[in-house]
């Protein structure tokens, strides 16, 4: 009678069954709760079958129908190469690439804003009547007339002239370089001295007096120029007057689109 009491007061412990339950679908919920952060299908429903199996009796808790679709690794790769730009080997880097992705629109507004600052300083110096600028389908076309630069006959540049081709020289630096043309013209009056037997020797050492002092500015890129001499070939005017044949004897400057450069 004794040991029969004992055992009716001993403590009902099956409250633990449940509470262990309870513990194993909180970790259970816990683990789905990471998977599901990690947004893989396929190690969701390994970790799900795992717990599954360990489980007794009842439906299994994380029998589901996958609300996750499965991660296509193909067009992840995809979408992930086309969102990083593709930089290309850099020794075949293309001539847009080269003039930092220059279009034809922002090199055609480069050559304004160059035209407008040439034109500013025209009226500073009070040139109007020496100096023309003209934005062309082959360039920005800079006119100088003989006047402004050399005396009769000579194609050295005169003293007060040097500092006008120094300041004209700063404002044909640009990044990456133009190309520009320097380009000799006389009239059709012929000349024939020990220096200048004809015209064309006249017109191509102006040209070329005129490049060498652009030049002495060390931000200019010598390989980007030329020169040339035209004689009395080009006129832009009648050599029939003083007037025309003023208008002919002139130096013109071409700045080059980028679109219209020559690799060499």
């Not at 006389?186 to 050492?205: K, R």
């Amino acid at each position: 009678m004794r040991r029969s009491r004992k055992q009716d007061d001993h403590v009902d412990e099956s409250w633990l069954i449940p509470y262990a339950d309870i513990l194993t679908l909180l970790l259970a919920l816990f683990i789905v709760l990471f998977a599901s952060s990690e947004v893989d299908a396929k190690k969701f429903e390994a970790i799900a079958e795992s717990f599954n199996s360990a489980m007794v009796g009842g439906k299994a808790v994380l029998e589901f129908e996958s609300s996750i679709e499965p991660i296509d690794e193909t067009s992840q790769t995809t979408n992930r190469e086309e969102s990083i730009p593709s930089i290309g080997d850099p020794n075949e880097r293309t001539s847009e690439q080269d003039t930092g992705e220059m279009t034809p629109e922002r090199d055609q507004k480069e050559l304004e804003d160059l035209q407008y600052a040439i034109e500013g300083y025209i009226q500073e110096k009070g040139l109007s009547s020496r100096l023309q600028t003209e934005l062309t389908t082959q360039g920005l076309l800079l006119t100088i007339t003989e006047g402004v630069l050399f005396s009769s006959g000579s194609a050295e540049v005169v003293g007060e002239s040097r500092q006008f081709v120094a300041e004209m020289a700063n404002m044909l630096i640009s990044d990456p370089a133009r190309q520009i043309m320097i380009e000799g013209h006389t009239d059709n009056q012929p000349i024939q001295t020990l220096e200048y037997p004809s015209n064309w020797e006249l017109s191509s050492s102006r040209a070329i007096n005129f490049m060498k002092i652009l030049l002495e500015n060390e931000k200019l890129d010598p390989t980007k120029f030329s020169a040339t001499g035209y004689g009395e070939y080009q006129p832009i005017e009648t050599n029939d007057t003083a007037e025309g044949r003023a208008e002919n004897r002139r130096v013109e400057v071409l700045i080059m689109p980028y679109s219209q450069q020559t690799n060499e």
